[in-house]
């Protein structure tokens, strides 16, 4: 995690938002909280297309398609853009906006029909004033049921928690 937080660090946020090209980074830093989370024993991001990245949990390596998701007509860079140059934090205030981006997400990824089971993990890149603790796993789980089938698991990085939305077996 430390060398991702450097390399994204050494970028800068106004290039890691505003230079194309640099998506791989992004997936390098989802890979690394990931493989954090899960206490993984290696990540590493795959070169190509497909899968984003792997991880490797207890011996056994998952392969994982990522994507992010923020607000409803954000556009990524923008805000570095302005005069002053300084990013401001999505924040949402409502369920209901944490459902749409988190069915959108879902959305995008299974139109891809991959060709071999993997994982997927939607970044949720936003601050939830209005959506309580106890109230995000039902949320999640909900609004990533059109994912359930298509993917071997489905998670959710969301500020500092990593949730596991779906399993094969469930």
Request: net charge negative; aromatic share 10%; with cysteine.
């Amino acid at each position: 995690m430390a060398i991702v937080d450097d390399a994204m660090d050494h970028v800068g946020g106004a290039a890691l938002f505003t230079q194309g090209g640099l998506d791989f980074l992004r997936d390098a830093w989802i890979a690394a909280r990931v493989a954090e989370l899960r206490q993984a024993e290696a990540a590493r991001v795959v070169k190509g297309k497909f899968p984003d990245f792997e991880i490797n949990v207890g011996g056994t390596v998952e392969e994982f398609e990522a994507v992010e998701t923020y607000e409803v007509g954000r556009r990524r860079g923008v805000e570095y853009r302005d005069a002053d140059g300084q990013a401001r934090d999505a924040e949402i205030e409502s369920a209901t906006e944490i459902r749409t981006q988190l069915e959108a997400a879902c959305r995008s990824k299974v139109e891809k029909l991959y060709s071999k089971p993997v994982n997927l993990v939607i970044y949720l890149n936003t601050f939830a004033l209005g959506v309580e603790e106890d109230e995000r796993e039902a949320l999640i789980r909900s609004a990533t049921t059109a994912a359930a089938g298509a993917f071997t698991s489905v998670w959710v990085l969301w500020q500092e928690t990593l949730y596991q939305a779906w399993h094969e077996s469930t």
